[in-house]
């Protein structure tokens, strides 16, 4: 199976901080990589797929950038609502593993 | 505006099964591929099964493989998973997930989940 490891595991932030979350794969899975949203209780939401493609109706804020094992999502100026769970997926290769997570709150 | 609603989660005894399904609504649901994902309590997500457009392609993680089978009634906008011989860790959120044109690709749109929870 595809491994997929996700940094930080959380991180707090401010209101109009960047936030970068890294994830790696291994081995190699080019540009099939998914970046997910999660609040509790809600249903996940797709931010970013094929690495750097922005999903439909995601603010330009978001944005991924990578290849082969290594990835990056930043948040350019996060907002009050962008708390949650971010999730990477890849969808290379059979099982489509996601990410351990990484938990955002605000500082 | 893409909507897809699961239901026939609930409770089972171990070793029991369980069917659900998920209706959708909001776009031309024969063309794309579909997903099931399920979140463990206190977990993160676990892809588990998805089948093609047309129904001809199904893939499963191995956890699940030989035991759950997933299905579509294109006629219907309707998606299905049962789930036989259920085992506590298959104890989750279960999340219907509206694919690509391809098996292989992002999952655009989420349902809220229903919840199936394994124990005697």
């Known amino acids: 199976d595809i491994q997929m490891t996700q940094s930080p595991s959380s991180l707090s932030a401010s209101v109009g901080d960047r936030v970068t979350i890294t994830c790696q794969a291994s081995?190699?899975?080019?540009?099939?990589l998914n970046w997910y949203q999660h609040k509790p209780g809600k249903a996940p939401k797709l931010l970013i797929y094929?690495?750097?493609n922005l999903g439909t109706g995601v603010p330009s804020r978001f944005s991924g950038s990578g290849s082969g094992t290594d990835f990056t999502f930043t948040i350019t100026s996060l907002q009050p609502e962008d708390i949650g769970t971010y999730y990477c997926?890849?969808?290379?290769?059979?099982?489509?593993?996601f990410g351990p997570g990484t938990k955002v709150d605000l500082k | 505006e893409v909507h897809l609603l699961e239901s026939g989660g609930g409770l089972v005894q171990p070793g029991g099964s369980l069917r659900l399904s998920c209706t959708a609504s909001?776009?031309?649901?024969?063309?794309?591929?579909m997903n099931w994902v399920r979140q463990a309590p206190g977990k993160g997500l676990e892809w588990v099964t998805g089948?093609?457009?047309?129904?001809?392609?199904?893939l499963y993680a191995d956890s699940v493989k030989g035991r759950f089978t997933i299905s579509r009634d294109n006629s219907k906008n309707t998606l299905s998973l049962q789930m036989n011989s259920l085992r506590a860790d298959d104890t989750a959120v279960y999340y219907c997930?509206?694919?690509?044109?391809?098996?292989?690709?992002?999952?655009?749109?989420w349902g809220q989940g229903t919840l199936v929870t394994v124990s005697s």
């Open positions: 089948i093609s457009g047309s129904g001809g392609v199904t």
């Open positions: 909001g776009f031309t649901f024969t063309i794309y591929a």
């Open positions: 081995p190699d899975i080019s540009n099939h």
């Open positions: 997930a509206k694919g690509s044109l391809s098996v292989y690709g992002g999952n655009t749109y």
């Open positions: 997926q890849q969808s290379d290769n059979l099982p489509f593993t």
């Open positions: 094929d690495a750097s």
